[in-house]
């Protein structure tokens, strides 16, 4: 059994690539914190979160390929919904996130260096804002490093940056080109 299994991964999405890496990307940044979240649940005895929130990784997880982590929820699961789970399981369960996003983050510096060559505009001294803007418009995966260059590039307010970093990072495609309207 895989962390995570590419292969299926891609099937799931029809072998869409960019979105593939957007959706693994959302995931590391919506998971990250699952094991404080999930011990401040059970603190306050709010078992029904726990265990929705477990219900929830373990679907994201198997749509995902994150094969580890979806077998362990599943086996995780009947605990929390039976107010059985326990601190080990917890802690378990943000070492196995922490691994997964490893293996994340592998696959994606992996493949995105042969993507991004192919969606750089032809100019290398492209405006930052063009080349941005190519990206956003035909929903193709940034990756971080390219992502923080082209903010850093663009003449705009901090405010703005922030903006449209998050507006890119949480896939509201609408959101950044509206903010970059105002760039």
Sequence with gaps: MEFFNSEFAHQ??????????????KFIDDYQNAESEIKEMIAA????????????????????????????????????????????????????IAETAKHINLYINETAHNKVVGHVPKH?????????YEFITKNQFIPFEKLEHLLN???????????????????????ALAIMEKI
Excluded: W
């Excluded at 078992?47 to 995902?64: D, E, P, R």
């Design 12 to 25: 799931q999405l029809s072998g869409n690539h960019d979105i593939l890496c957007r959706l693994l990307t």
């Design 45 to 96: 005895q709010n078992y029904t979160s726990a265990h929705l929130m477990i219900h929830t990784l373990k679907g994201v997880s198997g749509n995902l390929g994150l094969e580890r982590l979806h077998q362990f929820c599943k086996q995780s699961e009947p605990l929390a919904r039976d107010e059985h789970l326990r601190s080990d399981d917890v802690n378990e369960l943000s070492n196995l």
């Design 124 to 132: 290398p001294a492209a405006e930052p804002k063009a080349v941005l």
């Design 153 to 175: 590039s663009l003449h705009a307010e901090e405010e703005d940056i922030q903006e449209l970093r998050a507006s890119i990072q949480i896939l509201d495609y609408e959101k």
